[in-house]
């Protein structure tokens, strides 16, 4: 079964400074892809970023980038230059080809303060 | 382009009662995803609809059910409502390609409480 581990609860950052959050996960599918949601205190997700296994390149969007490291099965997320509004639950997700979901890590708060 | 929509955005229902929860995808999508997630807890995967069939369920008991119409809308019904349903239940729609799916776009969620 695939698994998706965060394993930071929660994370404090100064404002104009980068965070780093965790994501390793589990599987033995050779094709898969990774997300970033970011999930404010009003609920909706949002999507950030994606990671296909294939890509050789990192992705990134913006002040977000994804640290690939496949052979270590992680998937870091770094928000460069942190803003008061990047305050939120963030959650790490995987689709896998023989697992017809996408699978969410238990998620990370972060708290950016002035 | 219009995004997810779900609806209603609240709903309270009483113990026992049926709950009808409604999502309209992305145009052009036609996977559409439901999850149920708790007061401050992580998502859980309750259905998975794509091209007009469940084609995955979580780890929830039957009274949780739902379809995908012709045009990739869905609805999740719940049946004989508990207080521990109450949760943020959360849609969202995407393609499925070559085995995976790209990337989900979600709706901005039913907050369904039961009393």
């Known amino acids: 079964a695939q698994k998706i581990t965060q394993t930071q609860p929660g994370m404090f950052v100064q404002e104009k400074e980068a965070v780093t959050l965790d994501c390793t996960y589990d599987?033995?599918?050779?094709?898969?892809?990774l997300f970033w949601y970011k999930q404010p205190s009003s609920g909706e997700m949002i999507f950030l970023i994606y990671?296909?296994?294939?890509?050789?390149q990192n992705a990134t969007e913006g002040r977000y980038s994804l640290n690939f490291q496949k052979a270590r099965k992680s998937a870091n997320l770094v928000i460069s230059a942190s803003q008061l509004g990047d305050s939120a639950m963030y959650f790490c997700?995987?689709?896998?080809?023989?697992?017809?979901?996408?699978?969410f890590g238990a998620g990370t708060t972060v708290t950016v303060r002035a | 382009e219009a995004g997810v929509t779900q609806s209603p955005t609240h709903l309270i229902k009483t113990r026992g009662q049926q709950a009808t929860l409604r999502c309209s995808p992305i145009?052009?999508?036609?996977?559409v995803y439901w999850y149920q997630q708790a007061l401050g807890l992580g998502l859980q995967f309750l259905l998975w609809?794509?091209?007009?069939?469940?084609?995955n369920r979580g780890n929830f008991p039957p009274r949780f059910s739902g379809r995908q119409f012709p045009n990739y809308s869905s609805e999740l019904n719940v049946n004989a409502l508990e207080l521990e349903d109450s949760a943020l239940y959360l849609c969202?729609?995407?393609?499925?390609?070559?085995?995976?799916?790209?990337?989900?776009?979600f709706g901005q969620g039913t907050r369904l409480t039961v009393v």
């Open positions: 609809y794509d091209e007009g069939e469940e084609r």
């Open positions: 997700a995987m689709s896998c080809s023989n697992d017809y979901k996408l699978s």
């Open positions: 969202a729609s995407s393609l499925w390609v070559r085995g995976l799916s790209t990337e989900a776009f």
């Open positions: 599987t033995s599918d050779q094709s898969y892809g």
């Open positions: 145009s052009g999508h036609t996977s």
């Open positions: 990671q296909g296994s294939y890509d050789e």
